[in-house]
């Protein structure tokens, strides 16, 4: 089945409003876009204050693992319920609620004492992005009705994050040197405060649905993923065939397969099964799953690479790690040329040897690496690799909806975004330690310790970007499965 856009045949409410002026429109669309921004801005930040979380707070590379994956974990795990809620009580109610408590929670975090109180505060963030993430994005879509604005929309939308993930590195870099790392993770809290206060004067409420939730689907869905990831981070400190490990990834399994059935039975499913009636959107859906993990890893390995073993400040890291997003926001407004013309499968194809490429590239990093000729090269194919393999899938995962789909396709895509960062990171964190387990194991007797710990992260790292490279793989599979569009065959 080939992807048509022309289900959706009038503009949604927000554009559809008597008198509504171009300007308003414009601003909702750029609140909408810095929510996105706000998020994105918010991984970024958090990616430069691992180095002082694990030296203030004492965190392992498994505990700063749990510092991402306890957001991620609630985030995804929630996305298909905070969906559903904006379909039944109003998406910009539920919007703003979400961005209510993601703002409260960030505020929250920079007081962090404990690791345990850092984690926790970033599960109660995680549920705010899971409110406010879907119903941010089916607003965008509303928004649109015609096919080249929706996607001109979609690449706006995502520039937006990448122009914020720039300006928040530089600016988490630039706080975390003149003072600490809680400072950096208060920054986004005059953008959400901005939200607050800007949105309900330029966004329209949406007319609630009549319905139910489909709690027993939530629940199961986000047992399921906790299971999973916690069965993976715990392979990490302990065998495959630990009772523990593999009794959590059974059941993770098992709770995920009943989640399905339970899904087939409800009236009013959590997932709507028939957004998987169209070939492009599943395996739309399968990519952005599998793609998650070639990009978790950069960011998580690389900021601590060049702050502990390579003496970078944390604004030069911030610095550093700029090309990416820079590459990004450049190459979404390309990829929506570069879609209609050559159609998003080979789109996809070439976003995903360029990630393959940027994570081989980067595994072969040494302590003694020259920047311009080892690191920006492999970070400017990042970025345009994540661009090209981020915008078709969008579009893919967007296209021929009828209106009332719009907010469970854009549950479906942020959830399978979320929980394949999740599941990527915990599986890289797991390859990573036992990489560095048996360098430890193999290097000289009587080997200084500071260069010991630095052979044994530069290992670690190594392995975990040729796992990144290994999902780059899998997306680079499932876009063969995609069908060209009519546009790119004709």
């Known amino acids: ?32 876009a810095g929510c996105n921004a706000m998020v994105l801005l918010d991984e970024s930040m958090v990616q430069i204050a691992l180095p002082g979380m694990s030296r203030g707070l004492g965190l392992t590379p498994v505990g700063l693992g749990w510092v991402v994956n306890a957001y991620l974990l609630t985030f995804g795990g929630l996305l298909l319920l905070g969906g559903r809620m904006g379909d039944l009580l109003g998406r910009r109610r539920v919007f703003l609620v979400g961005v209510a408590l993601f703002t409260v929670a960030a505020a929250l975090r920079g007081a962090a ?32 009705g015609d096919e080249g604005a929706r996607k001109r929309a979609i690449a706006l939308y995502m520039a937006v994050g990448a122009a914020s993930t720039a300006g928040g590195l530089l600016l988490a870099g630039a706080f975390s040197s003149l ?31 009549r319905g139910r939730f489909d709690l027993a689907g939530a629940l199961v869905s986000t047992l399921g993923a906790v299971a999973l990831v916690f069965g993976l981070t715990r ?29 087939q039975k409800a009236r009013q499913p959590i997932v709507v099964l028939r957004l998987f009636a169209d070939r492009n959107r599943t395996w739309a859906f399968a990519a952005t799953f599998a793609v998650q993990g070639s990009l978790i890893g950069t960011g998580f390995f690389l900021v601590q690479f060049l702050q502990q073993f390579a003496g970078y400040s944390p604004l030069l890291s911030a610095a550093a790690l700029t090309p990416v997003a820079a590459a990004m926001m450049c ?6 040329w570069l879609e209609r013309r050559l159609g ?4 996809l194809l070439a976003g995903s040897l360029l990630l393959i490429a940027s994570n081989v590239w980067l595994s072969r990093l040494t302590p003694d690496f020259g920047y311009a000729a080892e690191v920006l090269p492999a970070l400017l194919l990042f970025g ?78 190594s392995a975990s970007f040729l796992a990144g490279a290994a999902f780059a793989a899998a ?12 546009a790119a065959r004709s």
């Not at 990490?236 to 399905?260: K, Q, R, S, Y």
């Not at 915008?391 to 209106?403: K, M, N, W």
């Not at 997306?475 to 009519?486: D, L, M, N």
């Open 384 to 461: 345009t690799g994540m661009a090209w393999c981020v915008v078709p899938s969008v579009i893919l995962a967007t296209s021929g909806l009828h209106e009332d789909e719009a907010g469970a396709a854009s549950s479906v895509h942020n959830t399978l975004q979320t929980l394949g960062a999740s599941l990527g990171l915990a599986l890289l964190v797991t390859v990573g330690t036992q990489a560095g387990q048996d360098a430890q194991q193999s290097l000289p007797a009587g080997t200084p310790p500071e260069e010991a710990m630095g052979q044994v992260f530069v290992h670690s790292m």
């Open 331 to 336: 190459m979404s407004a390309a990829a929506v």
């Open 179 to 209: 003072g600490s790392w809680q400072w950096v993770l208060l920054l986004n809290v005059p953008l959400g405060l901005l939200i607050l206060l800007l949105a309900p004067l330029v966004i329209e409420e949406t007319a609630p649905s």
């Open 344 to 347: 998003a499968r080979t789109l």
């Open 1 to 32: 089945m080939s992807v048509h856009t022309s289900k959706v045949p009038v503009p949604g409410p927000l554009l559809a409003a008597p008198g509504r002026s171009a300007v308003r429109a414009g601003t909702a669309l750029a609140l909408l």
């Open 235 to 263: 392979a990490a400190e302990h065998p495959w065939t630990d009772p523990t490990v593999a009794g959590l990834l059974a059941a993770g399994a098992a709770l995920l397969l009943l989640f399905l059935r339970i899904e």
């Open 475 to 486: 997306a680079f599979v499932i876009a063969w499965f995609v069908r060209p569009s009519g």
């Open 113 to 144: 004492t404990t690791g345990e109180f850092l984690i926790a505060v970033r599960a109660v963030q995680g549920i705010g992005s899971a409110l406010a993430a879907p119903s941010a994005l089916a607003l965008v879509l509303s928004m649109f």
